[in-house]
């Protein structure tokens, strides 16, 4: 497992660098990090899982697909029980964000392969409390604490609006990286068992 921790720092790092200087993740780094997904699925011979990984890969292009996702997602949770919530809830947030254009292509990837790679309640909470801290900061940052926080109202009384032109565009990747960090390497101390 641990080349698997090395093999998705690295390329967290480079989808973070690059998006920092060109607002873009690179292709093979959002693919690498779902192939690593894939792979931990496999490893750990998760096959309802690793088809279902496959599946919401495919089906966020949208469309009809969203329903066949939806129903996947039902699906697996019948089959799998309360064990495979996180897992689905996680890829189902994402692809919902994506389909909203909240999240781009390569936001996207590294979201579903950080959480193919852990499929737990704790990798989730860390790629939702790092980026739910990181806009705080941004936001209250950009406009201060009163006015922050009517925007973030405003923001989600509209969310399922387009963007507007005084949104936050923010290079992902960097919270991908810091939230797949603090799952990676610290939250196995925390946890008690260490890199295994």
Known sequence: M???????????????????????????AGYGILALGLIVLLWNHLWIETIYYVLAIWCTSGGIW?????????????IRGEVVIPFVLGILVVSIFFWM????????????GLIGVGHDWPVLAFLAGVTIFAM??????????TSGITRMV????????QADADALHTPWAVIALIAGTLYLWVWPYLNGVGLL
């Open 2 to 28: 641990i080349v698997i921790y090395v093999l998705a720092t690295l390329l967290l790092l480079w989808a973070a660098w690059i998006d920092v200087r060109t607002r873009k993740i690179p292709v093979i």
């Open 66 to 78: 969203k329903a066949i996702l939806s129903i996947a997602s039902l699906i697996m949770i019948i």
């Open 101 to 112: 254009n909240r999240f781009g292509g390569g936001d996207s990837q590294l979201a579903i």
């Open 136 to 145: 705080l900061f941004l936001v209250i940052r950009k406009h201060g604490i």
């Open 154 to 161: 405003i923001v989600f009384k509209q969310i399922d609006e």
